[in-house]
């Protein structure tokens, strides 16, 4: 049964055979404030990929970009994927805690649930199974599960309202890393 795993905005946690290269920072506008990274996979033993309601969709490669955002005050993370500059992916960690760094770095406490956007901008809850796993084996409290369900409907509310303004700030704030 999985349960709480604390992970970085660079996750470390994941891909350690990779060659990679990582920035991040601070960033404050009018519609996030948190911790932004920038991970560009330049080698990975093998390209990585998953399978979605749409098909199997390749989210590791050689050139593919995760842009991560972790907000300061906030109950998810975001991981934008950009391929040549496309984003082709997005894929929201529901969080009970996000740490954020003066430099940007940060720490997020992910609660399990997820939101993806579908590649047609539609948003989906997924393991909805693994959170109500975790509650019935005594590994989060009602109150987290609470959090996590409410997170995840107003990400998911959110993403698909605003999906056109989103889009353009991820560009944006990609654009911070490549000036």
């Known amino acids: 049964m999985a349960g709480i795993v604390e ?20 960033h404050r506008d009018d519609c996030f404030a948190g911790g932004i990274g920038l991970i560009t996979f330049t080698g990975l033993k093998e390209p990585e990929t998953v399978e979605t309601p749409e098909g199997p969709l390749c989210i590791a490669d050689r050139g593919i970009q995760w842009l991560e955002l972790v907000p300061e005050n906030g109950h998810f993370a975001v991981t934008a994927m950009f391929r040549e500059g496309q984003l082709f992916q997005q894929y929201i960690d529901i969080t009970l805690r996000n740490r954020v760094a003066e430099n940007g770095d940060a720490v997020f406490d992910d609660l399990l649930l997820d939101v993806v956007i579908l590649r047609d901008g539609t948003p989906r809850i997924v393991d909805r199974e693994e959170l109500e796993e975790a509650l019935a084996g005594g590994i989060v409290t009602r109150e987290q599960y609470e959090l996590a369900l409410r997170t995840a409907e107003t990400v998911a509310e959110v993403f698909s309202r605003d999906r056109e303004t989103i889009e353009r700030k991820l560009q944006e704030y990609r654009e911070l890393f490549t000036m």
């Open 7 to 26: 992970k970085h905005l660079d996750r470390r946690e994941w891909y350690a055979d990779s060659q990679r290269a990582f920035a991040c920072r601070f």
